[in-house]
């Protein structure tokens, strides 16, 4: 655990400030945000390959470039006025952040002492405990590395420096999440985080009897999911579909990967699950086992509830998916199109935006991936009001509402889609004979 960083002053914020390796291009921005097409762009199709309405069908090639232009100006807008105000508000929540996560392992030294058969150091110290988890991965891990905060020149809290608080490497997070997912956000076959690969979560995505068991295992994927991110980002699924195809060197890459995710799953359950429970074992108060129970308890509900913000951002009805054809030559207008159609947003009180890591905003977190997560707030009427100028769907509710219909897309999509003249209990039985000759769900 580190301090909160120093204050620093706008004079301060200079090149020599950051790590010599470090870059000073925002890690956040996507690549695809300078785009633009020199040829004239198609009418997009009423209906999608799947017979599915296109919710921008209505929308002309000139249209679709005028929402970009404006988005520009607009993001243009904002980052030219970061400044203290910023840089006070980040540095106050990783202070927030490091006292209370300090103050509740200092709770939880006495987590073992009865006061009338109740133990109050652990119920206190282990919610302050999930608290402190949750921002650290969320507000504070998730949005550093975007690169939100770059711009600052402060090496404690820079995208290239920071190491956050969960079983995933930051360098295959920043991969798989920044390069990969910003990249190619809801495209089926390009962007791995619409279900992790273990769950499927769009008709248009192929069903195979692998996925008739998705609602047990996106139970179990939610308890555990720093380590599923960590087996996603490493990409274990490809490694097991392609380990007989691959060279020597791929061979070899993975080998080094799995073993940085090792050493980093073994520092974290080191200091979780050994050095707290042996402090607190020697208060003398019978609290090591105490300790140890909170902090498996923590991880547990910081984990369930990231999964259930994440999963609330691309996976509930009316976010749209893409074909892969959909963006060969997809310029600047439609990359933000993309976003903004294959993004939902959580509605709720301020205190549930930080503890989202503003999350909640989907949406324009994805517009604007390396803006500083506290304006998002601030642009959301504007960009709420520019999708309803153009007739486009902006999809938001409260996280009961959004979570419940994730859960209930799970379930009703681990069958495959109805088919006129078929009964599902059919395909079903038939695919599962066709699974059992091959010794194979079909997933792998």
């Not at 040829?39 to 921008?56: D, E, F, H, L, M």
Request: charged share 25%; with cysteine; glycine share 6%.
């Amino acid at each position: 655990m580190t301090l909160a960083p120093e204050r620093l002053t706008p004079q301060h914020l200079t090149p020599q400030t950051i790590p010599a390796h470090a870059s000073t291009k925002p890690s956040g921005i996507n690549p695809r945000l300078s785009v633009t097409s020199l040829t004239p762009r198609p009418q997009r199709p009423a209906y999608k390959k799947s017979g599915r309405p296109n919710p921008a069908a209505h929308l002309t090639p000139e249209q679709i470039e005028g929402i970009g232009v404006e988005l520009d100006a607009l993001r243009k807008e904002v980052m030219e006025s970061r400044g203290e105000r910023d840089a006070a508000y980040i540095r106050k929540v990783i202070k927030t952040q490091r006292y209370l996560e300090m103050g509740s392992r200092a709770v939880l030294l006495f987590s073992g002492v009865k006061v009338k058969g109740f133990r109050p150091a652990w119920w206190i110290g282990t919610a302050g405990l999930s608290v402190a988890k949750i921002l650290e991965n969320m507000e504070i891990g998730h949005n550093v590395m975007h690169g939100q905060w770059d711009w600052m020149r402060d090496p404690k809290i820079h995208s290239t420096a920071w190491e956050w608080d969960n079983a995933s490497p930051s360098s295959q997070w920043k991969h798989s999440h920044n390069e990969i997912h910003h990249t190619f956000t809801n495209v089926l076959g390009r962007d791995n985080d619409l279900g992790y690969g273990i769950l499927r979560v769009d008709e248009d995505q192929r069903w195979s009897p692998f996925f008739l068991f998705q609602p047990i295992w996106h139970v179990g994927n939610a308890l555990l999911f720093e380590y599923s991110i960590a087996a996603y980002d490493l990409e274990l699924g490809g490694y097991l579909a392609k380990r007989k195809r691959m060279s020597e060197e791929e061979k070899a890459k993975f080998r080094a990967d799995a073993a940085e995710v090792v050493a980093k799953i073994k520092r974290q359950a080191t200091k979780d699950y050994v050095v707290h429970p042996a402090l607190a074992a020697a208060t003398f108060t019978g609290s090591a086992r105490h300790t140890l129970t909170a902090n498996v308890v923590a991880n547990l509900v910081r984990n369930v509830w990231t999964n259930t913000v994440i999963i609330c951002g691309h996976f509930p009805p009316g976010i749209a998916t893409f074909e892969k054809t959909s963006i060969e030559g997809e310029t600047r207008g439609e990359w933000y199109l993309r976003q903004m159609l294959g993004s939902g947003n959580i509605s709720g009180s301020k205190a549930m935006h930080v503890m989202s890591g503003n999350l909640s905003h989907q949406i324009e977190h994805h517009l604007f991936p390396d803006m500083p997560s506290n304006r998002y707030a601030e642009i959301a009427p504007r960009i709420r009001d520019l999708m309803e100028r153009h007739d486009l769907p902006y999809v938001t509710g409260s996280l009961p509402k959004q979570a419940a219909s994730v859960y209930w897309k799970v379930v009703e999509l681990s069958l495959p889609n109805k088919v006129e003249g078929r009964r599902r209990r059919d395909i079903v039985r038939l695919s599962l004979k066709k699974a059992w000759k091959k010794k194979s769900l079909g997933r792998f």
